[in-house]
């Protein structure tokens, strides 16, 4: 994890990925004075390659997942340098999908999820991934309409959520999760302000013209 100055944030996407719910979050994150790695998960493990979205855009990651160290747990180790302050993952059915199959992903998921401090988010189909690394069972848990069924059961899932209520916070597991597209900016700026601070969050927020 990064010193308390400088937060970093690792953002995984894959082929299928909603762009906006990616970009959107990278972008405010990194107006916050946030350090952000873009991986990519896809099977190829190609550290080069684009990654073709739901729409059709193509993002060019920094790294594919499996370049970084995963972080490993050791007695007697304070090195926590491997692990990220913030493990945000967006949504898109396609991209959810494949993250969600993937072992690597589950332990990074799993690792970070273990680890105290870290911050997780997910929005749209983004939580599906989460239980299919079996972490935060019983979370407070939103996302989009289409996925709410796969949620059910195995989070205490939160369905009429508006306003200020879109981004959902499960204190225990120190998760964030939120609904689609629309919600982004929010979600993206509820990240700023639990680890930079609502004055940071505030002055992020404010150039933007919100109406």
């Known amino acids: 994890m990064a010193a ?5 944030a690792l953002v995984l996407i894959a082929d299928g990925t909603e762009e906006m719910e990616a970009v959107i979050t990278i972008d405010v994150l990194v107006r916050a004075g946030i350090e952000v790695t873009i991986a990519s ?5 190609s550290t080069s390659e684009s990654v073709k979205c739901s729409r059709g855009v193509r993002i060019v990651p920094d790294t594919h997942l499996s370049a970084l160290p995963l972080p490993t747990p050791l007695e007697d180790n304070d090195d926590d340098s491997q692990y990220y302050d913030i493990l945000m993952i967006p949504g898109g059915a396609p991209g ?13 998921i799993v690792a970070h999820h273990d680890k105290p401090g870290v911050l997780l988010a997910a929005v749209c189909a983004g939580p599906t991934v989460l239980k299919a690394a079996g972490v935060a069972e019983g979370a407070k848990v939103t996302s989009h309409p289409s996925v709410r069924e796969e949620l059910e059961g195995f989070f205490d899932y939160q369905d009429d959520v508006k306003g200020p209520a879109i981004v959902v ?12 597209p629309g919600s982004t900016f929010e979600l993206a700026l509820k990240i700023v302000e639990e680890v930079r601070g609502k004055e940071v969050m505030e002055s992020v927020r404010a150039p933007m013209m919100f109406p």
Do not use: F, I, Y
């Open 169 to 180: 916070k499960d204190e225990r597991n120190r998760l964030l999760t939120s609904r689609g």
């Open 4 to 8: 308390t100055d400088k937060k970093r």
């Open 41 to 45: 998960t896809n099977p190829s493990e």
């Open 96 to 108: 959810a999908k494949s993250m969600a199959e993937s072992p690597l992903v589950h332990r990074w």
